[in-house]
């Protein structure tokens, strides 16, 4: 193959890499029946992709050979075990007589609920496993999500997450159990679960933790693509259709969120013409939908939200009274720090920054949200819109000490900045 070829094809294994891999592994936990397995059959898989399609081209079905290819590699891994640990000849055996058409059931019209994605959500979310352990394996497993990551999402640290993910693992090989979308009389008990880890999801995606980039597509556009799915199989259940409202009015803003360098726009200064209005349209119906069955929840609550910033035509427009309140049912039914914060923004919006920052310090000086840069960067903002600029860089300080993000840390700096 040319060297142009060549290249082209290693650039195509690495795109594969990125948008596939997960799915990949996901089909390989349920052929193989085993993570650790499946991991390594998915390296081995991409190894040998790297190694054949400079050669002899990039096949019609990508995510096919690569299932394929990683079966294989792994029967030969366990044949080569198998003079250590007889037990897993048996293994191998079963292994041989599946067929050769798993990667086939990856194509989009064929997925539905045979999603092996989704699939291997409800699986990391069995009520057998820790509740504590249920969305780090999925964030980990089914998302990719280093432990790093997870271990900030959780503020915890990683090895504990690591540990976690490793005792949830052994549980799953031991108690056998079964790699399948729940019945419907079981899926209550995992529901919840399955919600939070999609939503964990795609906030990684809309707001990466740490990093060179604000947002992972990748990440918000498969949150997005397993709520749809879920929705199928689930559409009488508000909260999915309140989550996935929530989530499209949100990733409606990507666009518009950072300008061509890749700098963050807050909110209001936000070019809302870039705001995706085919998200926002069948956001609202969602909302709607959810809100009228009159059993919703958080996710719900959430996407009303959403829904008021997306129908104000302008910032001045917002209508921040309504928003206040539906935090402040938020915060009644589901109490959280973070609503609380988002609440005194909201207030600081409506009555005055002042306001704001009243709230915030109350929340601070319980202790909470304190290694929270999102809090400080909120009373920061307001200080310095009140007027307080020693307080303003004081808490812009502390909020730069915090953040990982890049963009986020310019923005911060940019800030302080101005104060001098």
């Known amino acids: 193959m040319p060297p142009d070829a060549t290249q082209s094809a290693r650039q195509t294994v690495e795109a594969v890499y990125r948008a596939q891999s997960r799915r990949v592994f996901a089909t390989l936990v349920r052929v193989l029946g085993d993570f650790d397995l499946a991991e390594e059959a998915l390296h081995d898989a991409f190894a040998a992709a790297i190694e054949t399609w400079p050669r002899d081209g990039i096949p019609d079905n990508p995510r096919a050979w690569l299932v394929s290819a990683g079966r294989f590699r792994a029967i030969d891994a366990l044949r080569r075990r198998v003079r250590h ?9 079963q292994l041989k007589q599946t067929g050769d058409d798993d990667g086939d059931r990856l194509e989009p019209d064929e997925q539905h609920l045979e999603d092996d994605r989704l699939r291997l959500i ?17 964030l980990r497993e089914v998302c990719g999500l280093t432990t790093e990551e997870i271990a900030r999402a959780y503020l915890a640290t990683p090895p504990a997450i690591a540990q976690r993910i490793v005792r949830a693992k052994n549980k799953i090989r031991d108690a056998k159990i079964p790699y399948q979308i729940p019945t419907a009389a079981d899926l209550p008990d995992r529901l919840d679960t399955v919600l939070h880890v999609v939503y964990l999801v795609f906030n990684e995606g809309y707001s990466a933790s740490s990093g060179a980039s604000l947002t992972r597509a990748d990440l918000s556009g498969e949150a ?7 929705l199928e199989l689930l559409p009488a259940e508000p909260e999915v259709t309140g989550l996935l409202a929530l989530m499209l009015l949100q990733e409606s803003r990507r666009l518009a969120r950072t300008d061509a360098a890749g700098e963050l726009i807050l909110l209001e200064n936000q070019d809302r013409a870039l705001w995706n209005r085919d998200h926002i349209t069948e956001g609202l119906a969602l909302v709607q939908r959810a809100l009228s069955s009159r059993r919703f929840g958080p996710y719900t609550l959430q996407a009303a939200i959403a829904a008021v910033h997306a129908e104000a035509p302008t910032p001045a427009a917002t209508d921040w009274s309504q928003i206040v309140g539906l935090y402040t049912l938020l915060a009644r039914t589901t109490p959280s720090p973070v609503i609380e914060l ?15 920052v009243e709230l915030i310090d109350a929340i601070l000086a319980r202790g909470d949200l304190a290694d929270y840069h999102l809090a400080h960067s909120a009373r920061a903002e307001l200080c ?7 307080d303003a860089r004081a808490s812009y300080q502390r909020a730069l000490a915090l953040a990982k993000q890049e963009p986020e840390r310019r923005f911060l700096e940019a800030r302080l900045a101005e104060l001098q």
């Open 85 to 93: 640990d007889a037990s897993l000849t048996h293994i191998a055996e």
């Open 224 to 230: 997005i693509r397993l709520g749809r799915l879920i």
């Open 384 to 390: 310095r819109r009140a007027g307080r600029t020693d």
């Open 342 to 356: 988002n609440r005194a923004v909201a207030v600081a919006m409506r009555d005055g920054p002042a306001a704001g």
């Open 122 to 138: 409800f699986t990391c979310c069995h009520p057998a496993l820790p509740a504590e352990a249920r969305a780090a394996l999925t």
